[in-house]
């Protein structure tokens, strides 16, 4: 038997969108999320998807809920697997997400614990702040596990989303 990944605590649940500011709104009208942070564009250039580079673009920003980490995606286009998940299923959950200080284990560790498991999102290479990857989730019961390299990059970048958790 393969030994299970040991991943460490949750940093953040990945939920797809039409429209971001409007799914702020409600989120902070229905269930008291927020604040909310970055509603800001990111331009994704120098990512794999589905091993092809392929440059999208999404409207990301995060709030606090419960004592949870959201992540709200909005694609603004149609290449990512976002815009794939938001045309098939719809608006919802489409990731768990971990800051990982060994990624490499770690990425290896997910892998061998489901082989079959093919990198949605491969942004390992040279021209991405951090390292990160979706795993696909077909195993998983559908959810796609992304992991993100803790290094102080990465603090710096997130650390106003960390910071709405105290």
């Not at 959201?70 to 098939?88: G, I, Q």
């Amino acid at each position: 038997m393969t030994a299970r990944p040991r991943l460490p605590e949750l940093f953040h649940v990945g939920w797809v969108v039409r429209d971001c500011a409007a799914a702020q709104r409600e989120l902070a009208a229905r269930l008291g999320a927020g604040p909310f942070v970055g509603a800001a564009a990111a331009r994704f250039d120098q990512a794999l998807v589905h091993g092809e580079l392929t440059a999208f673009s999404l409207k990301i920003a995060f709030g606090a809920l419960g004592g949870v980490l959201l992540e709200l995606l909005e694609p603004l286009d149609d290449r990512s697997p976002h815009a794939e998940f938001l045309k098939t299923r719809g608006e919802g959950m489409h990731h768990l997400a971990y800051l990982v200080p060994d990624f490499d284990d770690q990425l290896a560790a997910v892998r061998a614990a489901d082989p079959r498991a093919s990198l949605l999102i491969d942004g390992t290479g040279p021209g991405n702040p951090v390292r990160w990857v979706y795993l696909d989730g077909g195993s998983a019961r559908g959810t796609v596990i992304e992991l993100l390299e803790r290094t102080p990059a990465s603090e710096a970048l997130f650390g106003a989303a960390l910071d709405l958790l105290g």
